[in-house]
């Protein structure tokens, strides 16, 4: 049986002011496209996976926000975190509920958070890849070409030599570096031996659980040895103290670098991340003078190559700007040189300190 693991325990704190704390990219519809990313994440495995088959795991503070935008799910389909212990934890959580239902379940793994383009070309490619795991200890992931050097994105570089016939799109992954410096990323892309790793991950459940147990062995033993627990009532004060005692860890550098049975199926899915300003910018539409309007009333005079992001009750007057971001909620307007962006987290961490 196929699961799917949504990971939405995320803070994404570089769509600020849109995003918050209180409210993360993931809940968001940054886009304008009628769904939150979240929803549409859940949306996108319909096909291949059934209803009570997903699971969701986020932070105790989103409890409501997952059930209002994912009504269908039932509670003991959430997983909630207690801290915040990045993906590894979340993955151990998961793979040991799964495990006291389906041993035999292949998984999928998922961001939360990403925008994909073409549907139909994302389920063909998961679903060769629910078949690959299911006849082979791998670990795979999607692999995307890259096109500028990101060091926001971990880098999979394959091993050129076809192992497999029916798949010409499939790879045995030589190396995974996640987060690369922008000169290493650089190399890395002049290479063209390079894909980003795309952050969803296929595996069988045994292959999964034994990867945790070979290269986080602490945590992997923490969730294995109260997997009793969960589903029971003492399934809370279990997680608050595993958790409590876990190192944070996300799977790409505790698992994905590590790993030798790695694998990536290369494709184009029509796939950003849309983790930044700018990203959102290159992917909507732009007036002639460049202009990126997210707004109900604005007036625009000599303004070239901006995104506003105004709340729909408020009038923007903007005048000579080039190259900005204006985005206004609640209490809170920014604007900030696009090419500045990289300093959000620092304003998000100071408007903190100040208040
Ligand atoms: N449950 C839970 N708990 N989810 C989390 C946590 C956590 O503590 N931290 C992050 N997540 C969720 C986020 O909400 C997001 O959906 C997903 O896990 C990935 O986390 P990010 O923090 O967005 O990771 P990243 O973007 O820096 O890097 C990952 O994604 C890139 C592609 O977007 C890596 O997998 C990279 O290798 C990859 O290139
Ligand atoms: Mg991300």
Known sequence: NNFCVIMAGGV????????????????????????????????RFQEIVPKENYLVVTNALYKDLVKTQLPELKDEQI?????????????AYAANKIALTDPDANIIITPSDHFILKEEEFKKQIRNGLEFVSEKPALLTLGIKPCRPETGYGYIQVKRKKEFKDLDNLYK??????????????????????????????????????????????????????RKLLNTASEEPFIRKTYSECQAISIDYGIMEKA????????????SDLGTWSSLYENKEKDVQGNVIRADNVMLYDTENCIVDISKNKMAVIQGLD??????????????????????KKFVTDVRIQK
């Not at 307007?333 to 300093?343: A, F, P, Y």
């Open 173 to 226: 992954v030589k190396t995974f570096t996640e987060k690369p410096n922008e000169e290493m990323a650089k190399i890395f892309i002049e290479s063209g031996e390079f894909y980003w790793n795309s952050g969803i991950f296929i595996s069988s459940l045994s292959t999964m659980l034994e990867s945790l147990q070979q290269h986080l062995t602490e945590i992997a033993l923490k969730f294995e040895h109260g």
């Open 79 to 91: 997983l909630l975190e207690p801290l915040r212990r990045n993906t590894a934890p979340c993955l």
């Open 323 to 344: 190259g900005f971001i204006i985005a206004e909620r609640n209490d809170t307007l920014m604007i900030c040189r696009r090419e500045d962006e990289d300093q959000i």
């Open 260 to 271: 030798k049975n790695v694998y990536v199926l290369t494709a184009d899915f029509g796939w």
């Open 12 to 43: 994404g704190s570089r769509f600020w002011p849109l995003s918050r704390t209180a409210r993360p990219k993931q809940f968001l519809d940054i886009l304008g496209t009628g769904k939150t990313f979240i929803q549409q994440a859940y949306e």
